[in-house]
């Protein structure tokens, strides 16, 4: 990407390479064998745009953690999306109501224990069952006993029991493996009981490399999909998790200026952590071209970068093109994107399922005088 014709884009600014985008999702479908086996997390996504890329590669399903994600994905013309995260108060409602939105969308949404199964009586929206895979953040034990009781609790309420999810974000290599051994006894243990699952759904990014060599859940006759959502645009960190020679590369880049000469060997640049998230730690990113520089802690909107002893400092205004180490929170930190088609600016496109509904519904009155004060 030629920085010359990046010239009239303010900065910061969020940049999607369309190339890239596609050849990150045709690298995730060759790994995988067929479209019908990726289950891709939307949170990395968040654009309509993106979306509509996965489902026009033939990817018909996909997951999301908030509603907005939900609703964007079933817009983009999603035909099953799984509604990943623990539900509760008016999210649920709110859930439902899409559901009743999008009729020819299958929605489900996470359970993990019986007393959360009412809420969603009624409804046309199906349940899977939340397994704690050892990150001890959601999810049941892994146990056919446990999880039995609150698949019979669906049954009973007149849902429909969809399967396992299963997400496996801190296990990496043989551990991936051992874990996805403990699911297949609770999947064939559920099976003798007469409630086989209908789909288990592990892996995001961290563990995909390894689970896709695990064949064993869909040799017993499972429909094992994996939910890699990160691979989409790519970042510092699951570069260096994927496996090399694949095609994969950062397609979603942040676009800074250096701003400020503070020091003899720094710069600064225009983007802090409201800008490059800094939830994965220091350095939040790497200077595309420059792997002798290092970024530093940055504040909010600065961004201060320390250069080898004797390096001429970029001028003031230099353009910079940075990678960041966590691109799912960065992407949501922009309200647009610029797509670029090598380097030609294509169009600026909405970061749609940016952040979540209002946090009242529409018929409020309180709602209401909020939108004409």
């Not at 999301?64 to 409602?93: I, N, R, S």
């Not at 017993?220 to 994996?226: N, T």
């Not at 090399?244 to 400020?260: E, K, M």
Request: charged fraction near 20%; include cysteine.
């Amino acid at each position: 990407m030629e920085l010359s014709s990046l010239a009239p884009v303010r900065s910061p600014a969020l940049l999607i390479d369309v190339g890239q985008v596609e050849r990150n999702i045709a690298a995730t479908l060759e790994l995988l064998g067929s479209a019908e086996r990726w289950r891709p997390h939307l949170k990395t996504a968040k654009l309509a745009w993106t979306m509509r890329k996965l489902r026009g590669a033939g990817v018909a399903q996909a997951k999301c953690a908030t509603p907005l994600e939900l609703e964007t994905a079933c817009g983009a013309g999603f035909d099953d999306v799984l509604l990943a995260y623990p539900a509760a108060g008016p999210a649920v409602a709110l859930t439902r109501a899409l559901a009743v939105d999008h009729p020819t969308v299958r929605i489900s949404a996470l359970v993990e224990s019986e007393n959360m199964v009412p809420a969603w009586q009624g409804g046309t929206v199906g349940l899977f069952v939340d397994v704690n895979p050892g990150m001890d953040r959601t999810g049941i034990p892994a146990d056919s006993n446990r999880i039995l009781s609150v698949i019979r609790a669906i049954e009973r309420a007149g849902l429909e029991w969809r399967g396992l999810h299963y997400y496996d974000g801190h296990a990496a290599g043989a551990a991936v493996h051992a874990g996805y051994d403990e699911l297949l006894r609770v999947a064939d243990g559920l099976r003798r009981e007469g409630c086989p699952p209908q789909e288990i759904v592990t892996a995001g990014t961290p563990a995909f490399a390894a689970a896709t060599g695990y064949r064993t859940l869909m040799e017993a006759g499972y429909l094992h999909r994996l939910s890699p959502g990160t691979v989409v645009y790519c970042d510092v960190r699951s570069l260096e998790q994927l496996p090399a020679g694949r095609g994969y590369g950062a397609a979603a880049l942040v676009l800074s200026r250096v701003v400020s000469h503070p020091a003899p060997t720094r710069i600064t640049c225009d983007a802090g952590h409201k800008t490059v998230s800094a939830d994965a730690g220091d350095p939040t990113c790497a200077v595309l071209g420059h792997p002798d520089w290092t970024p530093r802690h940055p504040s909010e909107e600065h961004l201060p970068i320390d250069l080898p002893a004797g390096t001429t400092l970029p001028a003031r205004g230099t353009p910079l093109l940075l990678v960041p180490l966590h691109v799912c929170p960065t992407v949501n930190n922009f309200d647009q994107a610029v797509l670029m088609a090598g380097d030609a600016l294509q169009e600026v496109e909405r970061v749609t399922a940016r952040g979540r509904h209002p946090p009242l519904d529409g018929s409020s009155a309180l709602w209401n005088r909020a939108r004409t004060a």
